[in-house]
């Protein structure tokens, strides 16, 4: 008969951990990050738990990675550890052991029943910055796609091209300041419910250009600033991990 797999015991603690990614690390695949993340971990020396089974792996999960190519202070993860340890620790070791540019900005102990951090991700909050457009023009683009009623776009997925809605999910969206000194560059504030299928900024993006003929000539640049519990009166992005420092459930 074959050899049962040893089974682990549980976690002795969780560690929520805010990561940014910034500069060329936005480049940065979710599958390479990954790696970098357990090489960080036995570099760090983290009493890291593994899950039972024939093939077990570190107990570590991701929420929400932004899309390959977009800067971001505002990505999160959970690591299960085998002894106790203190977050503020945890952090400084893993910040010491990632590569420059993936930065660790928060880290707390996951508190029980305070709920999931996947389900306190409800929003995220983009920046956008288009190198090369006028505010203008941005902003009459804008005014098209907040004035549809629906707006379809295309992607292609693992099962083909799935069309959907983007209109629908996007909270709030308006032209921000505009310009450095040297270069026109028109900026944008985009908030956007994580709904099924995910609208992602460059399917709004996909909007604009649908709905107003906006063609940046050069690629718009995204990044992320936060995501997290979305307040449906002022349209803001909390933060996910507040419920873990205060121990008070999100409501």
């Excluded at 940014?20 to 738990?49: Q, V, W, Y």
């Excluded at 009623?149 to 091209?161: H, N, P």
Aim: proline content about 10%.
């Amino acid at each position: 008969m074959p050899q049962q797999p040893i089974q682990q015991p549980p976690p002795a603690q969780r560690i929520r951990i805010r990561y940014a990614k910034r500069g060329r690390m936005r480049f940065t695949s979710h599958r390479d990050f990954g790696r970098a993340f357990e090489r960080a971990i036995r570099r760090a020396g983290l009493p890291i738990a593994y899950s039972s089974g024939f093939s077990p792996h570190p107990r570590i999960s991701y929420a929400n990675a932004s899309p390959t190519g977009a800067l971001s202070e505002a990505e999160y993860a959970e690591i299960g550890l085998t002894a106790e340890r203190q977050p503020a620790e945890v952090g400084a070791l893993l910040d010491a052991a990632l590569p420059d540019g993936i930065d660790i900005v928060d880290a707390v102990v996951a508190r029980s029943g305070t709920g999931s951090l996947t389900d306190r991700l409800e929003a995220s909050w983009w920046q956008i910055r288009f190198p090369g457009v006028a505010a203008d023009d941005l902003s009459q683009a804008v005014s098209a796609f907040l004035a549809a009623d629906e707006i379809v776009v295309e992607r292609m997925t693992k099962r083909g091209i799935r069309s959907f809605d983007c209109r629908a999910a996007v909270e709030r969206l308006a032209v921000g300041d505009a310009v450095t000194a040297s270069e026109e560059c028109a900026t944008m504030d985009l908030v956007v419910r994580h709904v099924n299928p995910a609208v992602r900024p460059d399917d709004v993006l996909a909007g604009l250009r649908l709905i107003a003929s906006l063609e940046p000539p050069t690629p718009p640049v995204q990044s992320r600033r936060a995501q997290g519990p979305l307040d449906p009166q002022s349209g803001r992005v909390g933060d996910p991990l507040e419920p873990d420092r205060s121990g008070v459930p999100p409501p």
